[in-house]
Structures are given as structure tokens and as C-alpha cells.
């Protein structure tokens, strides 16, 4: 993918700081985003080593139970990018076994790097066509993988803004879109056209704080969808928080919960179920299997992700969604899990 689509000098500083930049102890304004939050912002006073900005894009190609990611992880104060791309089938699950997997821990940050338009040391290309709401997504790696994608958003990006998320105080927001195009894998080309989820995140992430969690997501026509983020405590994963998108309404899941069943032998998520409350007491539930995974190495902790397929049931009974299951644990409770077989040890 070739990005370009603004002049030299066109751009303004690629720090931006237009939303609320929180400092660890004051949380940010759930105030609405401005196109300059497309770009990098600048970190707080101080050096904070933790200090960490992320842009993620998934989709998936249900013909071939395909999932992909792009994903960017930059630390300012240290000048370093990680993140990569990941593309899996259900032919295999381990990373060093997908159709392709990159996933750079600590590369330098170029000089003037601007998020808007920016070619990344990863592989990763981001360009933004309209603030907020559409982008193009590129990735060149010649004779294993090539991706030339567009994400268009279906609403403007909303602040997160319920206690007790997994990202703390950060500034977050998650957006549901269309993801369509073309990627080549290893010299097969293979259409995209996903209705899927992006999220971006600024503020402090240590590696050294994790904690078992789901990121849950599904989507079907004209943009409809939901977003079911979990906290796992003494074997219930709560919803913290999320949301329902029907028709041009987009409600906040404000309870409920998250439950699974696993492999016996391998304890990766088979079949998925989730029963949420919205914002105006209608009851939001979604049963789903899971048709292929991959396990993702992230510091201190694992990312068992799998695509689903998902059927409504309730007030959308007989919808047919697909997302994801993102199955995050620390390492040493989920080694423990694994050797054990009591997959529902306390958190």
C-alpha cells in the first residue's frame, strides 16, 4: 500500500492533543473526539516509561474462517513501536503456525511519525481518508502477505466512560465498521468484506498489571453489533462495559455476563455466550461457537482469539452476527489452569 494522501507540510505537529490527556490520578472528559486524536499525543509531563498509545483493526473472511489484525503499539517516552499483523484460519492456532504473524516487541519509532499517514517499521500502513471515520490499511510483506484494506466507520467514536474498565484511566474508544478490500496471502488473493471492530487507546499500560479479562465483539448487516468487555472474578466474567448497535441506536450494555465452554483438552473457548442488560433495561443475548483461534504472546499474558459465529436470540432472535472472542489471562493462571484442568479458578 502506498500512503501519500497528504502533502508535505500539509500535516500540522503529528503530536495531537485535543482530548483529554489523563494523568494517572484524573480521569478523562467523556467529551466527543476530535480528528487531531487520529494522530499521536503527546505524553503528560514527565517520563513515565508506561506511557502508551495503541491503534487496532481487526476483520475476517467468513468463506475461509479467516481472522486478521493490525495492530500498533507505540511507547513515546522510550521511542519505540511494537505490534504487527496476524492472520489465522482454523488450520492452525499456534502464532509460529498461522498463515502469517508478526509480532515486533521493540523497534524505534521513526522521527516525526504521524499516525494519520504513516508507514510503520512493522509493516503497518494507516492513512486517514476521513477524520474519525474511514481509513485505509496497508501492509507489504512481498510473498507472504499483502493487505490493501478500507475501514469505514458506521458512527462517530464515542469515549469509554464506565468504571472498572481494563484500560483504567486511558483515554479509549471502540468503533464498529466496514472493512473491505483485498489481502494476498502467500500469493492467494482473498476478498474482504467484514462488518468488525477498531479500537484506540492513550494513557498508562504497564506490562506488569495483567489481569484475566474478554473482549467481546460481533456485528452483522448495515452496521449492526455489539461490544461486551468482562471482568473475571472468582470464575464470572462480568460485563464492565460495552454496547448494542440497532439500527441508528447505539445503547451501553450496562450488566450481565460472559459464559463459556472450553476444550477439555487444549481450553480454548468452543462455544460462547453472552447475557447483557442495555441502558434501557432491554435484555441483549447472543449465543456463538467459536470456527478457528489464534494464541497471541502479549508480555505477561496470553490472547486466546477466536472468530464467532453468532445467533440472536431474544427481541433479534434469528440474526446471524460474526466477531471475536478475545480470551485474555496472565500466563501463570493460565499454566495453572492448563495443569490442573480447573478452568475456573479464582481470579
Known amino acids: 500500500m502506498q500512503v501519500g494522501r497528504f502533502a508535505a507540510g500539509e500535516l500540522e505537529a503529528p503530536w495531537c492533543s485535543a482530548y483529554a490527556l489523563a494523568m494517572p490520578d484524573e480521569p478523562a ?37 479467516l481472522g486478521g489484525w493490525f495492530y500498533t503499539m507505540v511507547r513515546h517516552n522510550i521511542g519505540t513501536v511494537a505490534g504487527g499483523a496476524w492472520v489465522w484460519d482454523d488450520g ?12 515486533y516487541s521493540a523497534l524505534e519509532l521513526p522521527a516525526g511519525a504521524d499516525l494519520r ?37 458506521v458512527d462517530r467514536p464515542r469515549p469509554l466512560a464506565a468504571a472498572g474498565s481494563t484500560f483504567g484511566r486511558s483515554a479509549h474508544f471502540d468503533q464498529l465498521g466496514r472493512v473491505t478490500g483485498t489481502i494476498e496471502l502467500h500469493g492467494r488473493s482473498i476478498d ?40 473475571t472474578r472468582d470464575g464470572t466474567d462480568r460485563i464492565a462495559y460495552g454496547f448494542v448497535k440497532r439500527g441508528d441506536e447505539q445503547v451501553p450494555l450496562v450488566d450481565g455476563h460472559r459464559s463459556v465452554v472450553r476444550h477439555p483438552e487444549h481450553g480454548w ?11 434501557a433495561g432491554t435484555p441483549f443475548v447472543a449465543a456463538g461457537r467459536s470456527v478457528s483461534r ?35 489471562w496472565p500466563m501463570h493462571r493460565w ?3 492448563k495443569r490442573t484442568g480447573d478452568w475456573g479458578l479464582p481470579a
Open 29 to 65: 472528559e467523556p467529551s466527543l473526539f476530535l480528528p487531531e486524536d487520529d494522530g499521536f499525543h503527546a505524553p503528560p509531563a514527565g517520563d513515565d516509561w508506561w506511557f502508551t498509545e495503541t491503534a487496532w483493526f481487526s476483520f475476517h473472511n467468513v468463506e475461509n474462517k
Open 335 to 337: 499454566s495453572a489452569a
Open 92 to 103: 492452525a492456532h499456534l502464532p509460529w503456525e498461522v498463515p502469517y504473524c508478526t509480532n
Open 269 to 279: 473457548v468452543t462455544e460462547i455466550r453472552v447475557d447483557g442488560v442495555d441502558a
Open 192 to 231: 474482504i468484506d467484514s462488518w468488525s471492530m477498531r479500537d484506540r487507546t492513550w494513557g498508562r499500560r504497564p506490562e506488569d498489571r495483567p489481569r484475566q479479562a474478554a473482549y467481546v465483539t460481533g456485528a452483522g448487516g448495515q452496521g449492526t453489533g455489539f461490544l461486551a468487555v468482562t471482568n
Open 117 to 153: 499517514n504513516v508507514e510503520l517499521p512493522t509493516g503497518v500502513a494507516i492513512e486517514v481518508l476521513e477524520p474519525m471515520m474511514s481509513y485505509r490499511l496497508g501492509h507489504d510483506d512481498p510473498g507472504r502477505y499483502r493487505a490493501d484494506l478500507r475501514f469505514d466507520a
Open 294 to 328: 489464534i494464541i497471541i504472546n502479549r508480555h505477561s499474558f496470553i490472547d486466546v482469539n477466536s472468530v464467532i459465529e453468532w445467533r440472536l436470540e431474544g427481541d433479534d432472535q434469528g440474526l446471524l452476527w460474526w466477531g471475536e472472542d478475545q480470551d485474555m
